[in-house]
């Protein structure tokens, strides 16, 4: 039993973390008891193995070298790596201290470049309009010591222009770094098509281990290390790798890929279900979500509603869902992606983030669109207070 689909609970919070397959678990457990994988002996050996396959099918899973394949310890691990390290690196190299990224980026890539800005950096922003989508890639042309754009945002589940931030990119001699975390095992990942410098990826995102990272980074430019020690995986990510997560993350991966068309066509049909349903039974709703997005993501606003409200009253009827606003030293306030896409407080501080998945049935669309009328029209009344 795992506790995000018990049998009467709906889990509509894909985008947060989804269960892991079954796949993944049986590859941990096999795998459990391997050894260090940078040991010399039979048993090293065999654990080395172990990672290099799971290394090598992650590299054919998304268009990269096993050489590539760096695993870390969570996908903001990876982030931090190709934005920190790229930046010194270029630097390094005599670029100017610039860096551009978007404002919908993860806090895992956007604290770094707030870093960086503190630092002394010049940060040019690539701004998202209402429709969370960035048009304007202007700020790609001039060169700079390291560029982000994720693929798909996590609130709205927008997907960014990524290849043409590439092209332009690559034009203007930048190492681009795309933070793909909710876009792996969604959507088909070329990272070597793409011409990108590094990609981000996370395995609890796609049915692998919670705690595994996957970074992607080609041969040159290398990013500076910022963590020191053994030099273990290409020097990138020092310290002991975690084999049996590995192969998790390789099962989890070919799993997912290889269902994908499939699964995400169901998991759209589901989803536009919901949005109609939802549409239908709340006056005033708002769809935030704008294609291009992923097929699980609704992003609602319900203007004067309290997200806060909404959330413990779904929570009350066993519906797992998110708010996407960030709570600060005990003030709710209004996210900083919706901030940043230009919403009024007013729409944005009753947003509600429904993200359906690979668990997700007809049934639990219909509890939820059942019971959100009500919910909305009580968080309206609180809103109100
Ligand atoms: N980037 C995006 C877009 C995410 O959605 C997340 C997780 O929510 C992360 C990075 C961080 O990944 P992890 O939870 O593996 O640190």
Redesign the pocket.
């Known amino acids: 039993m795992h506790a995000s689909a018990s049998h009467d609970s709906v889990y509509l919070d894909h ?3 989804t269960p892991m397959r079954q796949c993944a678990i049986d590859a941990w457990v096999e795998h459990a008891h391997a050894v260090n994988p940078g040991s010399q002996y039979a048993a090293g050996r065999a654990a080395n193995a172990v990672l290099q396959e799971a290394r090598e099918q992650v590299a054919a899973l998304l268009g990269a070298d096993p050489v590539e394949v760096i695993f870390t310890g ?4 990876a ?1 931090n790596i190709a934005v920190r390290g790229l930046y010194a690196a270029s630097v390094r190299e005599g670029a100017p201290q610039r860096v551009v990224a978007s404002t919908i ?2 806090p ?2 956007l604290e770094p470049v707030r870093a960086l800005e503190a630092e002394g950096a010049e940060v040019a922003w690539l701004e998202a309009g209402r429709d969370g989508h960035v048009a304007d890639l202007a700020a790609l042309d001039q060169p700079a010591a390291v560029a982000a754009l ?1 693929w ?3 609130e709205t589940g927008a997907i960014q222009p990524v290849a043409e931030a590439a092209e332009r990119a690559a034009a203007a001699g930048t190492p681009l770094h795309v ?1 793909a ?2 876009a792996v095992g969604k959507v088909p990942v070329d990272f070597k098509g793409l011409g990108l410098t590094t990609l ?1 990826a ?4 796609f049915g692998g281990p ?2 595994c ?1 996957i970074l992607l980074a080609r041969r040159s430019p290398v990013p500076v290390p910022l963590v020191l020690g053994g030099g273990q995986e290409r020097g990138l990510r020092s310290g002991t790798v975690d084999v049996a997560a590995a192969a998790a993350t390789a099962a989890a991966l070919a799993e997912a890929v290889g269902e994908m068309e499939a699964e995400q066509a169901r998991v759209r049909e589901l989803r536009d279900q919901l949005v109609a349903r939802v549409r239908s039974a709340v006056p005033g709703a708002v769809l935030t979500t704008s294609e291009p997005a992923l097929a699980g993501h609704a992003h609602f606003m319900f203007p004067g509603a309290n997200a806060d409200a909404m959330i413990m009253l779904l929570d009350g009827l066993g519906i797992a869902a998110s708010a996407g606003s960030a709570c600060a030293a005990g003030v709710v306030r209004l996210s900083p992606v919706l901030e940043a896409m230009g919403i009024p407080d007013e729409e944005g501080m009753g947003a509600l983030r429904l993200t359906l998945g690979r668990t997700t049935t007809e049934e639990d669309v219909a509890r939820a669109a059942t019971e959100i009328g009500d919910v909305v029209e009580k968080a309206r009344a609180v809103g109100r207070l």
Do not use: C, P
């Open positions: 985008a947060a973390t969570s996908g903001t691990e982030d980026e993860h895992a890539v994720m798909a945002n996590n933070d975390v909710q981000a996370s395995a609890h995102k919670r705690g990272g």
